[in-house]
């Protein structure tokens, strides 16, 4: 009290010196309530694979002394996130925002919003929370914290941030064959290597092989690969970073022909990580991509020709004539593992290099590619004895050779 018209017997009016020592004197405090409050952020995994779905864990903790009302928590996704689900406590999103707001936190206590998200392609993934104004003042002694002012560095204990690194395996594939000029009917091998260039792991694997109609009893298929219709798949493969992995079969070349196709192509359908350089299973047909390859092969032909002649065509009975038979190889490719087959009627005897057989057989090991200009091989000289008068009929055919024949007219 600093002043009154009458006299107090027991007090000086305005004379307080800051202790409230006499009775017209009094003083009263307020203590307001002080809610220290810390937030953590962790994830469930922090190395997950593209599409994985990953828990995000934000920790509110209440270091007291009092209970904290009407706490309010805030999640900015970043947009390596898709798929934002069960968010908990009430939380709801906006944006790339989610908010949880009207939360009590006991003192010495915790609440743990969460929110499950699927992790996307590349990158490293920043996920930030920060604690926005609640109810309970938070003392404001040195290293703490203000709330809802977070400036990017999460420097203060009620902020914090969490990032998944997605697990990536450079994959390419590389395709080749045992024999790129085979002769129809052989047997060739092709190989797919796959190869691993990290950093991680490459799990889940799979490869698609397309045959062509070129091809035909697709055999010894290795790693567990699978044949249905015209594909070749092999699923479920591990190839660890910095390795390769191969893959083989054996096929048998056709005939070439109209619409026959030898171009064979392979490619990475599917795996676990992300490939940084290449999308699986997304060929168009040019190979483009290091996870994509093709091979093809050239059937050899040999286009032979078959002539035979006679040294005199009108003979006396007992005369001995020779027969002629000429082979020539037209190309382009060299002629190998040739048969020529005679078939001798009865109207002749005496055959000098086989006697009492009705059937000369002559193998030769080449017939010498042209080089561009046609060349006749030594004839097949066989010396008979004509037995009686009369025209005789000597028929001949080419025997089939390694060399494929082209189908062109004549």
């Known amino acids: 009290?600093?002043?009154?018209?009458?006299?107090?017997?027991?007090?000086?009016?305005?004379?307080?010196?800051?202790?409230?020592?006499?009775?017209?004197?009094?003083?009263?405090?307020?203590?307001?309530?002080?809610?220290?409050?810390?937030?953590?952020?962790?994830?469930?995994?922090?190395?997950?694979?593209?599409?994985?779905?990953?828990?995000?864990?934000i920790t509110v903790t209440n270091q007291g002394?009092?209970?904290?009302?009407?706490?309010?928590?805030?999640?900015?996704?970043?947009?390596?996130?898709?798929?934002?689900?069960?968010?908990?406590?009430?939380?709801?999103?906006?944006?790339?925002?989610?908010?949880?707001?009207?939360?009590?936190i006991a003192s010495g206590g915790q609440r743990q919003p969460d929110v499950r998200r699927h992790s996307g392609r590349s990158g490293h993934?920043?996920?930030?929370?920060?604690?926005?104004?609640?109810?309970?003042?938070?003392?404001?002694?040195?290293?703490?914290?203000?709330?809802?002012?977070?400036?990017?560095?999460?420097?203060?204990?009620?902020?914090d941030s969490a990032t998944t690194s997605p697990q990536q395996a450079d994959l390419s594939l590389a395709k080749s064959v045992s024999n790129s000029t085979p002769n129809v009917g052989d047997v060739v091998t092709f190989t797919i290597t796959v190869t691993n260039q990290g950093p991680s792991n490459a799990t889940g694997v799979a490869v698609e092989d397309y045959l062509p109609n070129g091809y035909s009893n697709i055999?010894?298929?290795?790693?567990?690969?699978?044949?249905?219709?015209?594909?070749?798949?092999?699923?479920?493969?591990?190839?660890?970073?910095?390795?390769?992995?191969s893959l083989t079969f054996n096929a048998t070349v056709v005939a070439p022909g109209t619409g026959v196709s030898y171009e064979n192509v392979a490619q990475v359908t599917?795996?676990?990580?992300?490939?940084?350089?290449?999308?699986?299973?997304?060929?168009?047909?040019?190979?483009?991509?290091?996870?994509?390859?093709?091979?093809?092969?050239?059937?050899?032909?040999?286009?032979?020709?078959?002539?035979?002649?006679?040294?005199?065509?009108?003979?006396?009975?007992g005369d001995v004539?020779?027969?002629?038979?000429?082979?020539?190889?037209?190309?382009?490719?060299?002629?190998?593992?040739?048969a020529v087959e005679d078939y001798l009627p009865n109207g002749y005897s005496g055959i000098s290099e086989h006697q009492q057989r009705r059937h000369v057989r002559r193998r030769h090991d080449h017939v010498e590619q042209p080089d561009?200009?046609?060349?006749?091989?030594?004839?097949?000289?066989l010396r008979r004895h004509r037995r009686s008068a009369g025209r005789r009929r000597q028929p001949r055919e080419r025997s089939p050779g390694d060399g494929f024949r082209p189908g062109r007219p004549g």
Not at 36 to 41: G, I, R, V
Not at 135 to 156: I, L, V
Not at 270 to 276: E, G, I, L, V
Not at 321 to 338: D, E, K, L
């Open 321 to 338: 004539v020779t027969f002629t038979i000429t082979v020539t190889n037209q190309g382009p490719s060299n002629a190998t593992g040739v």
């Open 125 to 159: 993934r920043n996920q930030l929370c920060k604690r926005s104004p609640g109810d309970g003042f938070r003392p404001g002694r040195p290293g703490q914290s203000t709330p809802d002012n977070d400036d990017g560095d999460q420097s203060e204990d009620d902020e």
């Open 65 to 104: 002394p009092s209970n904290a009302t009407g706490v309010a928590v805030e999640d900015y996704l970043p947009n390596g996130y898709t798929g934002i689900t069960n968010i908990s406590n009430g939380g709801t999103l906006s944006g790339s925002t989610i908010t949880w707001s009207g939360l009590s």
């Open 219 to 245: 055999a010894n298929i290795s790693n567990g690969g699978t044949l249905s219709g015209s594909t070749i798949t092999w699923s479920g493969l591990t190839v660890a970073g910095g390795s390769s992995l």
């Open 372 to 381: 561009g200009s046609r060349r006749q091989q030594p004839g097949i000289d």
């Open 1 to 57: 009290m600093t002043a009154a018209d009458q006299d107090d017997p027991d007090s000086t009016p305005d004379n307080d010196d800051g202790d409230q020592s006499e009775d017209d004197e009094d003083s009263a405090t307020t203590s307001p309530q002080q809610a220290d409050l810390s937030l953590a952020k962790s994830v469930s995994n922090s190395t997950p694979n593209v599409g994985d779905a990953v828990t995000f864990t």
């Open 270 to 317: 599917a795996a676990d990580q992300d490939d940084p350089d290449s999308t699986p299973d997304n060929d168009d047909g040019d190979q483009s991509e290091d996870d994509e390859d093709s091979t093809t092969t050239t059937p050899q032909q040999a286009d032979l020709s078959l002539a035979k002649s006679v040294s005199n065509s009108t003979p006396n009975v």
